[in-house]
């Protein structure tokens, strides 16, 4: 279905994909059996489906995604998101201008982030089973590491961000600041 530009839509489908693209205001997105993509949306984003991936793509609005079996994939984003799958890897990667924060959930899956240049706070990593790794440019911000765990302050006033995952490796990189440091 192709629909003119809107200030805000809901798509909701039983057996089948979503996919959204260049639209504006908030954008609710379900499935129950599909994959979910939504690209270049302006205006916040909430993505929900049962058995099947979610990507978000060139949105710089906060982000809700929720999926049960199926991997999260967000790239080029800017606003805050939130990320919860069940059986599936969580991969994101911010815009340089984003700040966060971020909460990342999965059960058996891999998380991993590339921050941008601006993004601020604290993160906290966790994993039950599997370990965490951070890139070299972040060790002079650890505040505190383990072989499943870090805890990471990026400095500044930002909001304080959270990746878990019960089954899986967790990674965070940050490309380098305009003065060549991690932090």
Request: net charge positive; aromatic share 2%.
């Amino acid at each position: 279905i192709r629909i003119p530009d809107a200030h805000g839509v809901t798509l909701k489908t039983t057996n089948g994909g979503v996919t959204l693209r260049g639209l504006s205001g908030p954008a609710s997105l379900a499935s129950t059996n599909g994959r979910i993509e939504c690209v270049d949306q302006d205006g916040p984003v909430e993505a929900a489906t049962t058995n099947g991936s979610i990507a978000l793509r060139g949105i710089a609005h906060d982000m809700q995604a929720k999926t049960t079996n199926g991997s999260i994939d967000a790239r080029d984003i800017e606003g805050s998101l939130t990320a919860r799958t069940t059986n599936g890897a969580i991969t994101v990667r911010l815009r340089d201008a984003c700040v966060g924060p971020l909460d990342l959930q999965s059960t058996n899956g891999r998380i991993d982030v590339s921050a941008g240049a601006s993004f601020t706070g604290r993160l906290t990593a966790r994993t039950t089973n599997g370990g965490v790794t951070i890139s070299d440019s972040l060790r002079p911000c650890l505040v505190e590491q383990g072989r499943r765990s870090a805890v990471i302050e990026f400095g500044g006033d930002g909001r304080a961000s959270s990746l878990r995952t019960t089954n899986g490796k967790v990674r965070i990189e940050r490309r380098l600041l305009p003065d060549g440091r991690g932090c």
